[in-house]
Structures are given as structure tokens and as C-alpha cells.
């Protein structure tokens, strides 16, 4: 497995990226932003789950995990391919804040815009479109197949669809409502064609510019996938395709009730007799995107929390033994050019550890978690192996000078204490300073930290349903200015990275 060599990179959601058109998109301001990286001495550009959401608007419960986002799709490269008009998007009503992701209006306008380009662009780029689908057909015919049927019955889940046949995936029931519905599982797949396209020219631009992507492989599939409808074999369901178990996480001190995620549980005995060929068709989805994967909730391999399916908490769970080292060593061993990242936080038992140990895979230290002076944490950048990777704090939690409103007096008087902290070089400087300068192979920030924002900026509040996954970054932040004094302080601890030219 490949070691991640000494270097830095910033957390910045594609959604997060200004644009004129309600969200962030594989467009100019990318492109930008990876010229704003190699300005700034950065090796990586660490991203979200880029699949296509569902309810809820959370990247990690997506229609696909092979999928791209529709909502990614850049809008004025396609009118400068000739697929759009500029009359087409301009007067389109795409959300009244430039801060914020309105997902109502996006759902509401933007795939009526694609159409138009699909329309034209389907005649037209026959021929690779046509390849394309060849190359993609493991995955691609199901899914534009599930979203044409979503449409049909009402973007209803497929658990719910009137039909049986269809809900259960039937193949003659496939067949019959391909043909039916043959002009929608063609737009869904040439959505598709323009999301990697596009993709694959940001990821070219990247490469020439010396910037690597990290890419977020969420743990769990969604219930109401593509993934799980057509595949039903590789997950707990019984013979009406309904879980038996679902995910989520034990009650602790911060929730009583724990948290039920409720995605389906893998059958993991099965995949393991099938060499984990679904998991290896995952991850090589991923790397065709990414330069490195992060595994979400790395400690659900070696046990992994069950809730029986209907219950209304994850109180009555049950912890279960995971694949391990079976998977581990299969991902090693096929992808043995590739790195991968293990999001390890949470209750780390020694087994747990010991499965990370094993696996080679770096591990994740947030400094957010460090500092709590009634016990001893390996958080604290002293006690960091080489093989890890140190974040400020992650999606999930506060920006850095949210926290340093939230945290407790004395934890605050221990950060300072430990980190040297002082009013002159700003508190959230200081801690990105105390990450920078740690001993970790790779260290992350958010971007929402190098523009020292509070509450407005964070992303997600894990167990709140509504209302994340909207920060934008507003237009001009990535400066020149500040990707001259992130590349100073990169400088200072050994982790530049010079840019290509």
C-alpha cells in the first residue's frame, strides 16, 4: 500500500464552491480552487461523497455509490459546448442566497435544464455516449433504470413502488419498463456521460497542477438505492427485500437514545464468499475519481452496531463482528498501488486498533478532540505515529473558531497551554500551526478554518436532519493573499508541495 508523503491539503466540499447557479459544480470556480491549492503549497484537495443525494440532502446517503451528482454538472461548460443557451440558465430561479445550497430549487429547475442539454447532446455525442454506456453498463443500466422509476412513481422510495415486479427487481419486469420508460434511463445516463467527462477533465487539471484528490467512501449504502435494489443478495433483507437490521451507533454521554442511521447491513458472510467482489467493484469506482479513499466509520469492518429494523432508537442494538482483515487484506492486495485513509474516530476498542494496525491504513487525529484535560488523548499531536492523518476538525464538526466558542473553559485553557496560543497570531491560526507542525504524515483543514468563519460556516451537525450541507464559500475568499501565507506556513514545517507548470 502506498504511504502518503509528508504534505498538506484543505477540506472543501464541490457543493461549498461559488458559482452563479445555486451550488458548486465542476466549472470555473474548480478549476480555480486547484490554482488557489498549488498557490498554496497544498498536495490535496480532500472532497465529500459526490454521488447523487437523496431526502435529506446528505452526500452520504446517495441514489448510487458508483454515480456522479447531477447537480455537479457544470452549466456554463455546457453552454460553451453548444448543449445550453445562456437564456436557457440565466433567468432560472437557482435560490436567493449566494451562501447557501437551496436543494428545493435545485430539485425544482435544474434537471429540466439538463434535459435541454441531453436533448441535444444525445444525437450528437452518439458514438462515445454509446461507449460510455458499454463501460459503464455493471452499474449505469440499473441506475438510470431506478431514477426513471423514481420519477415514474412519484420519486417514492423503492420499497414503496406500486409494482411489485419492478420493486423486486425482476428481470422481466427490468425489461418491461426500460422499453417503457426508455426516454428517461437515457437522460439519467447522459447526466452521467456529463458528469465524468467533466470530471475527467478537472482531474486531468489537477494532475498537471500537481494537486491530488481525496475522496469520502461512506461505510453503508442508502436504503433507497439503485445499489441495494438491484443487489439485494449483499444485504440483510428478508424475502420481501425489507431489513432485518440496520445500522447505527450505541448510546453514549452525548446521546442517550445513540443514533440510528438506518442504512442495511451487509451480508458479510456472503460478499466474503464472493471474494468481496461488490466492495472491489466500489473502490475501483472510487479511485477512477480519486487518488486516495477514505473509508468512512473504519471500526463498523472489525464490529459494526445492528438496530433491529423499526425501531424508533438505537437502544436495543447489538454489536456484531465485522469482515476484518478479510476485507482488509483483499482492498491491500488488489489496490496495492493505492492509499487509502481509515476514519478510525469514535470508541476505539483494541481490536479495533489492532485491525488498523494490520491493515497499514493511516489513521485520523482531530485536534477538536484533543483537549480534555481530565484524561490523557492520542488526539494530542505529541502522541501521533508517522501513519496518520491530523484535521483541524471534519465535516462533521464545528469550525475552529465555532468551537472556541462551545468548548468547555477548561479545555480551552489547556488547548491554549499546549499549542502556545496567543492573541497575536490568532487563535485559529495557532491551532492550524499546532496540526501543521505535528508529526502526521498528512494534515487537513477546512477551508471554512483558513477563513476563520464560526457556526455559519460549519457543514454538518451530526443527529439534526435539516439544514446542512449548505455553506458556500462566497466568491474571492481563495485569494492570493491567503494562499501566500498558507504556502508560508507550509513552508515553515516541511510539507510545500511545489506546484507543476
Given amino acids: 500500500m502506498e504511504r502518503l508523503p509528508r504534505s498538506s491539503g484543505i477540506l472543501m466540499p464541490i457543493f461549498s464552491l461559488p458559482s452563479k447557479y445555486g451550488i458548486g459544480t465542476l466549472g470555473r470556480a474548480a478549476y480555480d480552487f486547484i490554482d488557489f491549492l498549488a498557490g498554496a503549497g497544498q498536495r490535496w484537495w480532500q472532497l465529500l461523497p459526490v454521488g447523487p443525494i437523496s431526502y435529506g440532502d446528505s452526500p452520504y446517503q446517495s441514489f448510487s455509490t458508483f454515480a456522479g451528482n447531477p447537480y455537479y454538472v457544470d452549466l456554463d461548460l455546457l ?226 452496531y445492528a438496530v433491529p429494523y423499526g425501531d424508533d432508537t438505537a437502544r436495543n442494538g447489538r454489536w456484531v463482528k465485522g469482515p476484518g482483515r478479510a476485507l482488509t487484506d483483499v482492498l491491500s492486495g488488489w489496490f496495492s498501488g493505492k492509499a487509502f485513509i481509515a476514519e478510525d474516530l469514535g470508541y476505539m476498542t483494541p481490536e479495533v486498533k489492532q485491525l488498523l494496525a494490520d491493515s497499514g491504513f493511516p489513521g485520523m487525529k482531530v485536534l477538536e478532540f484533543a483537549f480534555d484535560p481530565r484524561e490523557p488523548s492520542d488526539y494530542l499531536p505529541h502522541t501521533y505515529p508517522n501513519n496518520c492523518v491530523c484535521y483541524t476538525g471534519t465535516h462533521d464538526n464545528a469550525t475552529l473558531a465555532g468551537w472556541r466558542r462551545e468548548v468547555g473553559k477548561k479545555d480551552l485553557a489547556f488547548a491554549k497551554a499546549y499549542l502556545g496560543l496567543n492573541d497575536e497570531e490568532g487563535f485559529v491560526r495557532g491551532v492550524i500551526r499546532g496540526g501543521m507542525g505535528s508529526v502526521a504524515d498528512l494534515f487537513v483543514a477546512q477551508m471554512q478554518d ?24 462566497q466568491p474571492g475568499a481563495a485569494s492570493r493573499a491567503l494562499a501566500k501565507e498558507i504556502a508560508a506556513l507550509t513552508k515553515r514545517y516541511g510539507r510545500y508541495h511545489a506546484a507543476s507548470k
Fill in 450 to 473: 483558513w477563513l476563520e468563519l464560526g457556526k455559519e460556516g460549519r457543514v454538518n451537525v451530526p443527529g439534526i436532519p435539516q439544514g446542512n450541507w449548505t455553506w458556500r464559500m
Fill in 79 to 304: 453552454i460553451k459546448d453548444g448543449l445550453l443557451k445562456t437564456s436557457e440558465v440565466s433567468g432560472v430561479d437557482w435560490g436567493a442566497d449566494p451562501g447557501r445550497v437551496d436543494y428545493g430549487k435545485l430539485y425544482e429547475n435544474r434537471f429540466a435544464v439538463l434535459k435541454k442539454a441531453a436533448d441535444r447532446g444525445m444525437p450528437r455525442d452518439e458514438a462515445a455516449f454509446r461507449t460510455f454506456c458499454e463501460e459503464k453498463r455493471a452499474w449505469l443500466d440499473d441506475y438510470a433504470l431506478f431514477m426513471a422509476c423514481k420519477r415514474r412513481f412519484g420519486m417514492l422510495p423503492w420499497s414503496e413502488w406500486p409494482e411489485e415486479d419492478i420493486r423486486l427487481h425482476r428481470p422481466e419486469a427490468c425489461a418491461r419498463w426500460r422499453e417503457e420508460l426508455r426516454e428517461d434511463v437515457d437522460f439519467f445516463r447522459y447526466i452521467q456521460f456529463l458528469f465524468f467527462r467533466q470530471w475527467a477533465d478537472l482531474k486531468a487539471y489537477a494532475e498537471k497542477k500537481g494537486i491530488g484528490l481525496i475522496g469520502d467512501l461512506p461505510i453503508y449504502v442508502a436504503m433507497d438505492s439503485a445499489d441495494i435494489w438491484a443487489e439485494p443478495q449483499w444485504f440483510q433483507l428478508d424475502g420481501d427485500n425489507v431489513p432485518t437490521e440496520v445500522s447505527g451507533v450505541p448510546p453514549d454521554y452525548f446521546n442517550e437514545d445513540g443514533q440510528l442511521w438506518g442504512n442495511p447491513l451487509y451480508r458479510w458472510d456472503a460478499m466474503q464468499r464472493d471474494g468481496f467482489g461488490w466492495w472491489i467493484r466500489r473502490v475501483e469506482g472510487a479511485f477512477r475519481l480519486f487518488d486516495v479513499v477514505r473509508i468512512d466509520h473504519f471500526r463498523g469492518l472489525e464490529s459494526y
